[in-house]
């Protein structure tokens, strides 16, 4: 098909913009996500081809529904927007920065996957792509091998979001199993973004892309409801 759409949520930068980039080269048309319109059209720019601005927050449903009210039938959605404000544990993280994580981490993907479910069950083959984090998941949290520096409790906002994320993406894969959907969670790695206060020492986002657009091209016996390294390798919860 030549006519495959996708939506790329804060892909005005980042992570995301690549996967935008690489989704265009697959020959989709691209719906740039972005909560600023002047960001995301110098992204639509720089990406060039079928990419196209789709101003959303997804921290605010009238944004969410007026965007999703343009689009007709969506292939992919990849709900890749994201905040981390803080590396601190639970002991020193209050209420109102879990909230605020949550508020973009968890129930954004909520209010934009619900809105675009209409348009993605127009697709013969919806895909949906929840960027999480290795760092939500509980096993490489607690041992025996922890691919991070285990037993701080740090950034304990962002991660315990992701977690909430890996949750909702079982459920909404067996919610939307019997209607076609495949509905993943990729672990980006540690990459080199703003997002990221340890940036220098991050790899390359395009490379982390690489596994969002393997996600949202998984054929009809692909896996649903799983977690994912970029690489393609299963993540343990
Ligand atoms: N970098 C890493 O090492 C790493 C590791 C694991 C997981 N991740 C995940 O990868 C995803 C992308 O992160 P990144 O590293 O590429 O970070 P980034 O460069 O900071 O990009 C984040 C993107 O999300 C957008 N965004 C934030 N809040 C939004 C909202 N309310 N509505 C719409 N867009 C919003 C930002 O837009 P603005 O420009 O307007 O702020 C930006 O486009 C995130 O989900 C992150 O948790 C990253």
Redesign the pocket.
Known sequence: MNDRTALV????????KHIARLLAAEGFTVYV????PE?GRRAVEEIGGAARLLV????DPGTVERAASRIDRLDALVN?????PSLAPPTETGAEEFRRTYE??VY?VVTVTNAFLPALRRSPHPRIVN?????ASLTWSTGPNPQFTPGSGAGAAYRSS?AALNALTVLYAQTLAEDGFKVNAL?????A????ARAAT?GD?AEAAQGAVHLALLPADGPTGGFFSWDGTPVPW
């Open positions: 949520t804060g892909a005005n930068k980042g992570i995301g996500g972005s909560r600023d960001r959303l927050d997804v921290t890749n927007a994201g905040i981390s973009t981490n954004g960027v999480s984090s290795g760092t992701k672990a980006p790695g540690l990459r973004t703003d997002l990221n991050g986002p």
